[in-house]
């Protein structure tokens, strides 16, 4: 059991590292004209883009990684947590199915496909914000404390956006900030998982009474 644990949260790992592989390489095969500072990722995924596919898959890749740890975690998780992650790698898969129409107005696109990319980039942020959200409740209710990580990537779903709107000259970068708050988050808990420390339960009476608590 404890094997099939460290298996399964290396091989999550290496298709979460794979797909920050992808993503950032992809502007690199990326026609004149696409910056990494103001184009989004979605953007070096667009339609009509020959190169596309390196980020169609970065997409693929972080999405079935996060679905295969969600159903690793969902007894450490419980269900609403679960939920809600499992939800961010469906709709995180559904971005590589989907694309965004490209930065260059003169690229014939699919508006219906354009939007359909919309609502699935829209809803995988909030099952990010309110998977991490539920994690966090659960352990204030069962009086453990709140891990300081799941509080900055909480205040990061709020000002990433934000910003993105604001500073849009920069949106590239502040989505890629947000990609690695993400990343950092799920690979977090593959390694909970690999190395078996993957009890979100109450506090045992020894933990209680001042024990090591789990991570």
């Not at 298709?15 to 103001?38: D, I, Q, R």
């Not at 693929?60 to 007894?75: K, M, N, P, Y």
């Not at 939920?83 to 898969?93: K, L, N, P």
């Not at 199915?97 to 219906?112: I, L």
């Amino acid at each position: 059991m404890r094997d099939d644990r460290t298996c399964s949260g290396v091989g999550i790992a290496v298709c979460l590292s794979a797909s920050a592989l992808a993503l950032a390489v992809a502007p690199l095969f990326m026609p004149e004209g696409y910056s990494w500072v103001t184009h989004t990722t979605s953007e070096s995924a667009a339609q009509g883009l020959g190169e596309a596919w390196i980020a169609r898959l970065g997409f693929l890749s972080f999405g079935l990684g996060v679905i295969w740890l969600a159903a690793e975690r969902r007894a450490a998780w419980q269900r609403w947590t679960s939920v809600f992650h499992a939800g961010f790698g469906v709709f995180m898969v559904a971005t590589a199915v989907f694309s965004t129409r490209s930065w260059d107005a003169a690229m014939p696109y699919s508006p219906v496909e354009d939007a359909l990319h919309s609502v699935t980039a829209t809803l995988l942020g909030f099952c990010f914000a309110f998977g991490v959200l539920t994690l966090s409740l659960r352990r204030l209710k069962e009086q453990r404390a709140v891990r300081w990580f799941d509080l900055f990537a909480l205040g990061a779903t709020v000002a990433v956006p934000a910003a993105m709107t604001l500073l849009a000259q920069f949106a590239g970068v502040f989505q890629r900030i947000m990609f690695l708050v993400a990343y950092v988050w799920y690979l977090r808990e593959a390694y909970l998982l690999s190395s078996h420390s993957d009890r979100h339960t109450r506090p045992s009476r020894s933990e209680s009474s001042g024990g090591r608590s789990d991570p």
